[in-house]
């Protein structure tokens, strides 16, 4: 497995308060992605980052924040947790070389959260 | 918009019986594609990219223009591949658009 590390694993929380995720990467790689992993829904973006400080929203942005102030961290923050959120959320990293392994990500182990 | 589309949630079958997992997207531009498979308690990982035209694991999928398809196939299922397979699509950006996933049941 690429080095790519989740924390919390399991968090159990409640409606309204914050909530920050946290995915680790000992590659290097310049891109790193947050998931939300739902029934029926499969894989959706949430935020992605492609450098230090530099982030974009993805399909289902709302409600999330990230944050990424070295290469190898990209925090994701549930503001005010809703029980919409209850989800598994998943990280993952890529190095993009157009014409080679273009896009391939590599993703971290999932935090499974639930907010009542 | 580009999207992608698995129109089976589950597909069923015997231990040495062919599988076909279908991939269908949507995209006016040159797409990459590819398959990601995720086993029980594992994380997610590339099974497979059109770009390489390889096999993995048995399974083999062919990028169809005219069809905008990418469907897996393999031609005897193992009891292994019991798992959740994710279709994927990169139009043109570094993100991906991934389906709604088919989860695979191979019986004994």
């Known amino acids: 497995d690429a080095g790519i590390t989740q924390s919390p694993r399991h968090k159990v929380t409640e409606t309204g308060t914050p909530v920050t995720l946290r995915c680790h990467q000992t590659e290097n790689h310049r891109y790193m992605y947050w998931y939300r992993q739902d029934p029926g829904h499969g894989l959706r973006l949430i935020h992605y980052?492609?450098?230090?400080?530099?982030?974009d929203k993805g399909e289902v942005s709302d409600g999330y924040s990230v944050s990424r102030s070295k290469t190898e961290d990209f925090l994701l923050t549930l503001e005010s947790a809703t029980s919409s959120q209850t989800s598994v959320y998943f990280c993952?990293?890529?190095?993009?070389?157009?014409?080679?392994?273009?896009?391939?990500?590599?993703f971290g182990p999932g935090t499974r959260l639930t907010v009542t | 918009a580009q999207r992608v589309t698995q129109p089976e949630k589950l597909l069923s079958v015997f231990k040495g019986a062919p599988v076909e997992l279908k991939c269908n997207y949507s995209y006016s531009g040159s797409p990459e594609l590819f398959w990601y498979v995720q086993y029980s308690r594992q994380r997610l990982q590339l099974l497979l990219r059109h770009i390489s035209r390889e096999s993995i694991k048995g399974f083999t999928a062919d990028l169809n223009k005219g069809e905008t398809s990418f469907h897996l196939k393999k031609p005897f299922a193992q009891e292994e591949d019991s798992a959740m397979y994710y279709c994927?699509?990169?139009?043109?950006?570094?993100?991906?658009?991934f389906g709604t996933g088919t989860r695979l049941q191979v019986f004994p």
């Open positions: 980052s492609y450098g230090v400080k530099d982030t």
């Open positions: 994927a699509l990169s139009a043109g950006t570094d993100k991906l658009i």
């Open positions: 993952a990293i890529s190095e993009s070389h157009k014409g080679t392994a273009a896009n391939e990500q590599y």
